[in-house]
């Protein structure tokens, strides 16, 4: 598509920006504005244009917005529909992928950030729920290369940019994800071979350094 | 196999949850088998067709099992294409009926929610204002996705309708449990016609639980919780 707009405010740390990059990438959208936001002091655009939420990413293509990371690259996916289709074409494949996907956003980043910013029992009851859903994610991606099959997709492009986080919350909580969850492990770095994944990701140890910093400005130790 | 063979839905007939799949097959006029679990009971089929969540509505089709509300409402807009279109055609629009029925999920029921279980008058007025900043926005969406028309979905019940409308009884229950306005006319005009629309289209108006029924339910929820 010839002549498009396209702007993506973003925060370098975010995992749902990065969710968003990387549907971008897939579709071969490389001509966009990057606007980065700092989260202690957001922009009037950012305001503007995601009153509601007030958060990261918000994709603004020829002027209209869209806000919520996975709403994102569902608009991706159907404007740029002729490369890369993100979701399989069968409806109840899609069901399961956008199942998958939704149990991602309802438990993978609030258990982590339970593990970065708790000590003790509230620690380590978030450490055994995380290792409890990456087994019950396990179990779907099975002996696939992807959640979907030998396509990556929908699910992947939830998950994986969580593992750029894997470090800051092994450190934290002083245990080793790839010990728990080896299979997990491997389909990330899987993923991250792919030239979309690893050019979106960032650095594991900026991120640990990030979540430090932003604990310090919250006042938790 | 034909598309309509062997529905089944899993589901409480007070759940809003429910009450979106099953408006959602009679816009699409598909037949289907009602499969009651007791409000507070999770029973075998339930726990085997959704371990992760064991939650209802499950949609079973075909021996199939899709869980997650919204998500089974996408499902069968895919499945049965010859009934009315449930999300809208153009991706933009779209977007914007799942940003809104995301937010009607994540802000707006733990907000009525609030409401009911609110100790003293302070706390349940700040749970109706956090309401009313929800229900100004919606009536502001409806504009912009209705379009001037008689749904968010247009000329149609669509997504957003069904992702809202399907609270609306638990909105009077919470109305008449806090004593409180949230529905109001002057306050919302358009949401206020709106749910008068919805709730009775064909579609709808024998899926809604009555009110009296919801409020019975939240009480015995609510002593449910205080006494453990």
């Known amino acids: 598509m010839g002549g498009d707009e396209i702007v993506l405010l973003n925060g370098w740390f975010s995992p749902f920006g990065a ?67 993100l979701l399989p074409s069968d409806p109840y494949q899609r069901s ?41 994610l396990e179990g779907e991606l099975g002996d696939k290369p992807y959640f979907r099959g030998d396509e990556f997709g929908l699910v992947d492009i939830a998950l994986v940019p969580f593992y750029s986080r894997f470090y800051a919350v092994e450190t934290f909580g002083k245990f080793s994800i790839e010990a728990e969850s080896p299979k997990l492990v491997a389909w990330a770095q899987r993923c991250m071979e792919k030239e979309s994944v690893s050019n979106s990701l960032p650095d594991s140890k900026k991120v640990y350094e990030f979540v430090l910093d932003v604990n310090k400005k919250l006042g938790i130790e | 196999m034909a598309p309509s063979d062997d529905v089944k839905v899993l589901g409480a007939p007070p759940s809003p949850f429910v009450n979106r799949v099953q408006i959602a097959l009679n816009l699409k006029s598909v037949d289907y088998e009602f499969l009651e679990q007791k409000v507070g ?148 005009p358009r949401l206020f016609g709106w749910a008068e629309r919805f709730s009775s289209n064909a579609a709808v108006k024998d899926v809604l639980p009555e009110v009296e029924k919801l409020v019975e339910i939240a009480k015995f929820f609510a002593a449910k919780a205080k006494a453990q």
């Open chain 1, 19 to 85: 969710r968003v990059r990387i549907a971008l990438a897939e579709k071969g959208v490389t001509e966009y504005e990057l606007k980065e936001e700092d989260l202690f002091n957001k922009s009037p655009l950012l305001l503007e244009r995601n009153p509601v939420h007030k958060k990261v990413p918000v994709l603004i293509h020829n002027g209209k917005t869209i806000c919520e990371s996975l709403t994102i690259v569902q608009y991706i996916d159907e404007v740029w529909k002729g490369k890369s289709p």
């Open chain 1, 96 to 136: 399961v992928a956008r199942f998958w996907a939704d149990f991602v956003d309802k438990k993978v980043y609030d258990t982590m950030k339970r593990i970065t910013r708790t000590k003790g029992e509230d620690q380590e009851r978030a450490k055994k729920e995380l290792l409890e859903i990456f087994k019950l």
């Open chain 2, 41 to 188: 009971f999770k029973s075998e089929l339930l726990l085997k067709s959704n371990p992760v969540h064991k939650k209802v509505p499950v949609m079973i089709h075909g021996g199939k099992p899709i869980c997650e509300s919204l998500i089974i409402v996408q499902y069968i807009d895919e499945v049965w294409t010859d009934g009315p279109g449930i999300l809208p055609l153009d991706p933009y629009d779209r977007a914007m009926a799942r940003f809104w029925a995301a937010y009607v999920d994540d802000k707006l029921w733990p907000t009525l929610k609030g409401i009911r279980s609110a100790e003293g008058e302070e706390a349940k007025a700040a749970a109706l204002e956090q309401v009313m900043e929800a229900m100004m926005l919606l009536e502001d969406a409806f504009v912009k996705c209705g379009k001037g028309k008689d749904f968010f979905g247009g000329d149609t019940i669509g997504y957003l309708d069904i992702a809202l409308g399907s609270f609306l009884r638990w909105l009077r229950a919470t109305e008449k449990m806090g004593n409180v306005k949230v529905l109001d006319e002057t306050k919302t």
